[in-house]
């Protein structure tokens, strides 16, 4: 089994705007970092998941050919059977619930990253539109303050 590793901590910066909060491109790319180190963890415990599945079934084959071969009593390999099963039976369990929980924080940093870019889109949105406002208005100043210099 992989050893424990301690937890991914992320921290979300926000810079304030008129409309509200927004978070920092550095969070974002923070939070894909953390994303990254999880998909890391995930391909490793594949991995780790494979190893011991490869190393059961080797020994699954061995406890065949000693059958085969006629080596050991039936007590013995009914024995030897039953322990590798529960040995198999333990790691799918712990494997499927480790999967489980990785898929279900996935989906909540997609839910997460999905707000983030609906409230990044909001924001964007609402910052064209005034920047475009203010631009319009100074143009209108400028024009105002052209014709009064002419005058």
């Not at 619930?97 to 997460?112: A, P, Y």
Request: glycine share 4%; hydrophobic share 40%.
């Amino acid at each position: 089994m992989p050893e424990q590793k301690d937890k991914v901590k992320i921290q979300i910066d926000s810079i304030k705007t008129p409309l509200g909060d927004v978070p920092t491109v550095e969070s974002l790319k923070r939070v894909v970092n953390g994303l990254n180190l999880l998909n890391s963890d995930m391909v490793n415990l594949n991995a780790d998941a494979a190893k011991n599945i490869s190393a059961m079934d080797k020994e699954l084959r061995n406890i065949r050919k000693l059958i085969a071969e006629e080596t050991v009593s039936f007590e013995v390999m009914s024995q030897k059977l039953e322990k590798v099963s529960n040995q198999l039976e333990l790691l799918a369990k712990s494997e499927k619930e480790k999967w489980e929980s990785l898929q279900g924080i996935m989906m909540d940093v997609g839910e997460i990253l999905k707000g983030f870019q609906a409230t990044l889109e909001e924001s964007s949105t609402r910052v064209d539109r005034s920047v475009k406002e203010t631009l319009k208005a100074l143009a209108e100043i400028i024009a105002v303050t052209a014709r009064e210099e002419q005058k």
